[in-house]
């Protein structure tokens, strides 16, 4: 459920690259291959689509990095931001719950939670550093990366409106945890990383951060998670 962050258009000599986001829509059940092609902005890089056709990304047509929201009928909506200015959109639900990272007023950097209804949240930072949200499930429920003030520790969070931010931590003595997928119920499983190489985990509310198996090599990626538990990596 991640995303790739927007990168500044590329600039090769005196040419500059103008980069128009699309949305392509069938345009019948009956011919599958015709579609209308839909212009969504300049300088606009989508990262995710939603089931209801709602689109996020990041545009540079403020000047800076900065979130958007569109959808077909509202067109492109420029999403506020922690106090810096801009902000970097990775991922949204069906519901159209929006999350990423975003500067604050101190240059500090956190992740976010935006929302039609509630706005611009921030998440914060479990570790007291930078934090960036890379995933969001349908109960709104986030994972992403949080950074000790010095960046030299990065562990991945979970985040509910209920339990607020939590460091997921680690295990088996790894220092580094990284979150790559989540699924439905809020487990969250990626990589931990430590002297041994990196090891694959599955974290849970109620069981914490657990270290899958391998195959015998101590090098393992669990890259995603199902609504069943099922792990693949």
């Not at 959109?89 to 976010?112: P, Y």
């Not at 790894?174 to 041994?196: C, R």
Request: hydrophobic letters at 40%; proline letters at 5%; aromatic letters at 12%.
């Amino acid at each position: 459920m991640s995303a790739q962050s927007a990168n500044p258009l590329p600039k090769f000599g005196p040419i500059y690259y103008l980069v128009f986001a699309a949305l392509f829509l069938p345009a019948s059940f009956a011919a599958a291959q015709d579609y209308t092609l839909t212009d969504i902005g300049p300088f606009a890089v989508p990262v995710a689509l939603n089931s209801s056709g709602q689109v996020t990304g990041t545009t540079t047509q403020t000047g800076h990095d900065s979130s958007f929201f569109w959808t077909r009928t509202g067109g492109l909506q420029i999403l506020p931001d922690l106090g810096s200015g801009s902000s970097d959109a990775k991922a949204m639900n069906d519901s159209g719950a929006i999350v990423g990272q975003s500067g604050l007023a101190n240059h500090a950097i956190h992740a976010f939670l935006w929302t039609q209804a509630g706005g611009i949240k921030d998440l914060g930072s479990p570790l007291g550093g930078n934090s960036i949200a890379y995933a969001i499930n349908t109960a709104g429920e986030v994972s992403g990366l949080t950074f000790s003030p010095d960046g030299a520790i990065a562990h991945a969070f979970f985040w509910s409106p209920s339990t607020g931010a939590i460091d997921l931590g680690v295990s088996n003595g790894n220092s580094t945890s990284f979150p790559l997928g989540m699924n439905g119920a809020g487990e969250i499983v990626g990589y931990q990383f430590g002297t041994s190489g990196f090891t694959a985990f599955r974290w849970t509310l109620a069981t914490g951060m657990d270290t899958l198996a391998d195959f015998g090599i101590p090098n393992g990626f669990a890259k995603a998670v199902n609504d069943n538990g099922e792990i693949a990596g």
